[in-house]
């Protein structure tokens, strides 16, 4: 009983912190998505990377606990993390600018009037 114990506290703790990292993302987001780049990485922006870096590595501290209690729990890996980094970096010169980008997963993720 006390490891069933154990492994619901572990996975509670786990759905806490996904929350967390969906609440920090969403905030990040809603930053960009009202005009400050940076988030995405778009441009070669120093100013912009170097604000934005913290909000970053936050995210990924997060995201690499919520994986560690994932696997603990024999659960798939979080997926909203690696989603998000892969949508950072260079894009091509006709893509949204980020803004639109950060709108889209707002509204992806269900956030865009909260």
Partial sequence: MAKADRLERLD??????????????????KETAAGRWGLFDHQKDKAARARTAPVVAT?????????????????EPFDLHPSFMAARGPVASDAVGEPKQAQAWLEKMGAADA
């Fill in 59 to 75: 995210l990924s501290e997060m995201a690499d606990d919520i994986d560690r209690l994932r696997d603990q729990l024999g659960l």
């Fill in 12 to 29: 509670v703790r786990r759905a806490e912190m996904e929350d967390e990292y969906r609440l920090a993302l969403i905030a990040a987001l």
